[in-house]
């Protein structure tokens, strides 16, 4: 079978250094992006336990190389900006082990250096055609400028993220869901000094900001504020007056921590990342088995609780899994794959959304917080964590 992997990040590495020596495998992998371009990129992230139970399960494919460059995320607090902690749990109590925090540059150059050998750069999809067999031919565009084939595939993977053109090409724009919640995220590269350990959530009303420790004294800050609509974030809304509205109490007394990412908040507002939160309805296959869909190609959802690079990984390893079992036909593959896949998925998506009730319009979050430090929401995460597929 000859598989074709559309898109290097999380799903997209893991699965091309998982299949490409499956005997009966003949697997290439392509990315837009040249191979070290990613190496300052992006913010930093939470790798929840049941991905790294996932990794560990399958082999353990990079998961050595993982925890070399992040720190454990073991402990979940939850507080208010003024101080006033609500919850804090262990992670031990309800997984097997601890989760990973990671720079996402880290998270790239460990996962693409696994697929290197069998992936082209500097190829971005524009085309599908389909040759006198029925194999899919994509048609890309190289940084020249040139459009090039390069081979007929049994089968394509879309893992090219949440702006999927393979998806797009297949299936059309796929619908997005918005519950009315606008985020930035910042990482800061001097923070030895910082009151910031471990995984920590602080609520003024619906409004969150989220942070934990990174390698090398690094920092992660995200805040989640109210706002309705679709669309960019307003430009209004981009300035540290702004956001401090959302992030501090009427009496203005903060707690250390909240008050040291108050103050880079001020420092950084222009090396933000804006965005809006949102999720894309589930699609895992497409042209009757021909396309199979991983990562945030095929389910993007709420960040809340991290599952976004987390199930990516899930999916690569189940994907990789089956290939492994049987190298059969892309319809039988696709097939096998979904039935594995759609109950977990469909769970943590419900999971993911209930969890993000604290930050909706009109919710309390000392009671939605409480509720996550107790049952019935720690047989929910201990599922998420432990119920690896």
């Given amino acids: 079978?000859?598989?074709?992997?559309?898109?290097?990040?999380?799903?997209?590495?893991l699965f091309a250094a998982s299949?490409?020596?499956?005997?009966?495998?003949?697997?290439r992998a392509f990315d837009r992006i040249p191979l070290n371009d990613r190496d300052e990129a992006g913010t930093g992230l939470n790798i929840g336990p049941n991905a790294v139970k996932a990794l560990r399960l399958h082999g353990g494919l990079g998961i050595d190389a993982l925890r070399a460059v992040s720190l454990p995320w073991r402990r979940w607090l939850i507080a208010l900006t003024n101080g006033n902690k609500i919850i804090e749990l262990d992670l031990l109590d309800v997984a097997e082990e601890p989760g990973l925090r990671i720079r996402w540059s880290q998270l790239y150059r460990v996962l693409r250096a696994t697929s290197a050998s069998c992936t082209s750069y500097g190829r971005s999809l524009e085309a599908l055609e389909q040759d006198s067999e029925g194999r899919l031919v994509p048609v890309f565009r190289e940084s020249s400028g040139a459009l090039v084939r390069e081979g007929a595939y049994d089968l394509l993977v879309a893992a090219d993220g949440r702006y999927s053109r393979l998806r797009e090409l297949v299936d059309g724009t796929p619908r997005s869901v918005y519950p009315g919640i606008g985020t930035w995220r910042l990482l800061v590269r001097d923070g030895g000094t910082s009151p910031i350990d471990d995984y920590g959530q602080y609520f003024c009303g619906n409004a969150r900001l989220l942070s934990f420790r990174l390698p090398n004294d690094c920092v992660y800050i995200a805040g989640?504020?109210?706002?309705?609509?679709?669309?960019?974030?307003?430009d209004y809304l981009k300035t540290s007056r702004a956001q401090r509205r959302f992030f501090q109490p009427e009496n203005g007394t903060v707690s250390p921590e909240v008050e040291w990412m108050l103050a880079m908040l001020d420092r950084h507002i222009d090396d933000m990342n804006w965005a809006r939160t949102q999720e894309i309805e589930t699609l895992h296959q497409a042209?009757?088995?021909?396309?199979?869909?991983l990562g945030d190609a095929?389910?993007?959802?709420?960040?809340?609780?991290?599952q976004g690079a987390t199930q990516a990984i899930e999916d690569?390893?189940?994907?990789?899994?089956?290939?492994r079992a049987q190298p059969q036909s892309p319809r039988a593959l696709c097939m096998d794959y979904e039935d594995r896949r759609r109950d977990r998925i469909e769970f943590a998506r419900r999971f993911t959304r209930e969890a993000?009730?604290?930050?909706?319009?009109g919710a309390d979050p000392v009671t939605g917080s409480l509720a996550k430090g107790q049952e019935p929401f720690l047989a929910k995460l201990r599922q998420l964590y432990l119920d690896v597929v």
């Fill in 298 to 306: 095929a389910h993007a959802m709420f960040q809340t609780l991290g």
């Fill in 1 to 13: 079978m000859r598989i074709g992997v559309i898109g290097t990040g999380v799903a997209g590495s």
């Fill in 316 to 323: 690569a390893v189940a994907a990789s899994a089956v290939v």
């Fill in 19 to 27: 299949a490409k020596n499956i005997r009966g495998v003949t697997l």
């Fill in 356 to 361: 993000t009730d604290t930050l909706l319009p």
């Fill in 287 to 293: 042209l009757g088995g021909r396309v199979l869909l």
């Fill in 224 to 234: 989640s504020f109210p706002l309705e609509g679709t669309g960019t974030v307003p």
